[in-house]
């Protein structure tokens, strides 16, 4: 009997290389880089060891904590439940392409002048966690700000000043603002 052969598809069997590793191309903060990653490789590894981002933080490793969150596509992702393979072809925002020839993003602004931050080890995920929300929605409320930042652990719990200071960035982000 005939074995069924597994289909693979186009893409898969471009970017697949001899020694097991794949080739991907993803814009990181408005840069290309395209690199050979083994399968098993984390996102937030890919970032931080091969990009050299390490404002990505780890916290847990196993999707709990949020410190990894980076954008994919606009879109807030915890990068250690995702592998580097499945960012292909995306773009990718850091905590470290906010900022514009050395002026903050006022997301950022607002948080240094509304102490959003304590220790810092949380922050780089909590503002890209609130900036996914700022980015469809300048006015949130309160609970939309929890919502938005419910999957991020503060371990300073400086919760408080961390919805202060996305609220104050909305107001920073209006039209006609900043
Ligand atoms: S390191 Fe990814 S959620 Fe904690
Ligand atoms: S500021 Fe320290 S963990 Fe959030």
Redesign the pocket.
């Known amino acids: 009997m005939a074995t069924k052969r597994k289909k693979v598809s186009p893409k898969r069997k471009r970017i697949r290389t001899e020694n097991g590793t794949h080739t991907i191309t993803v814009a990181v903060n408005g840069r290309t880089f395209t690199r050979a990653v083994e399968p098993r490789v984390l996102l937030v590894d890919f970032i931080r060891d091969e990009l050299r981002l390490t404002g990505t933080h780890i916290g847990c490793d196993t999707s709990h904590c949020g410190a990894c969150t980076v954008l994919v596509d606009g879109h807030s992702v915890k990068s250690c439940t995702m592998l580097a393979v499945q960012a292909d072809g995306r773009k990718i925002t850091t905590i470290e392409g906010l900022s514009e020839h050395g002026r903050l993003h006022p997301i950022q602004e607002a948080f240094k002048a509304h102490h959003g931050?304590?220790?810092?080890?949380?922050?780089a995920g909590?503002v890209l966690a609130a900036l996914e929300l700022l980015q469809v929605e300048n006015a949130p409320s309160e609970d939309r700000i929890r919502t938005a930042i419910s999957g991020n652990?503060?371990?300073?719990?400086?919760y408080s000043s961390?919805v202060d200071s996305v609220a104050a960035a909305g107001e920073m982000m209006r039209p006609g603002k900043g």
């Open positions: 931050l304590q220790c810092g080890f949380c922050t909590v652990i503060c371990r300073c719990t400086g961390i």
